[in-house]
């Protein structure tokens, strides 16, 4: 080797921004946040992870982000965590979503919780017989299997379909307390009408 010659020094490892919006390249990565599939070519935040088996994107779609975890969107918009040819929403847009999600669920009642049917279309998912427009309605939690979790989901049933679906081994509304909890979140009730609900249900 000749003194002018020095050696060849390796390329340094490309340090990653801590966001990074983009649209998506293909249809195979799932969103964190809503558990769905990002369709190719919808904007995605990706949310660095440094973990033990490496550092790499955690992705959101840009909407569920939004509306779940929108510190992160606010910080990657004054980054400017994307290209130049990535057309992105204005923050004002989807700081929208943020504030609907925010009053949904602050509007989101707490199971138990009864009230009056809207219409005669629902069915009861013990019987699954129809509850009658104007009728009385009770919601229940059931757990559904999400992936490797269990959710509570709201169920409607019959007041009189009660006391064998709480027996249910996939119920999740517990009968101790279930008078207590269901005076509690039936807003928008008067008491009266709330007696009426409990005595449809009768004693558990």
């Known amino acids: 080797m000749s003194e002018d010659t020095t050696p060849t020094e390796e390329a340094a490892p490309e340090e990653l921004a801590p966001f990074k919006i983009e649209a998506a390249r293909s249809s195979r990565s799932k969103c964190r946040t809503c558990k769905r599939a990002i369709e190719k070519g919808k904007l995605r935040l990706g949310v660095l992870l440094e973990g033990p088996y490496g550092t790499g994107y955690l992705w959101h779609h840009l909407t569920c982000a939004a509306r779940r975890r929108f510190e992160d969107v606010e910080e990657a918009y004054e980054q400017t965590c994307w290209a130049p040819e990535v057309e992105v929403p204005p923050l004002d847009e989807l700081k929208k979503l943020r504030e609907k999600a925010e009053e949904k669920k602050k509007s989101k009642k707490e199971i138990p919780y009864a009230e009056r049917a ?8 013990h019987c699954n017989e129809p509850i009658a427009e104007g009728g009385w309605r009770i919601v229940l939690g059931r757990g559904v299997e999400f992936g490797r979790q269990v959710r509570t989901s709201p169920i409607n049933v019959h007041p009189s379909c009660v ?13 101790e307390g279930f008078a207590e909890a269901l005076s509690a979140n039936s807003v928008g009730l008067a008491a009266g009408e709330i007696e009426e609900a409990l005595a449809a249900v009768g004693e558990l």
């Open 118 to 125: 809207p219409t005669g279309r629902s069915k009861c998912k």
């Open 163 to 175: 006391q064998a679906e709480l027996l249910a081994e996939d119920c999740m509304t517990e009968v």
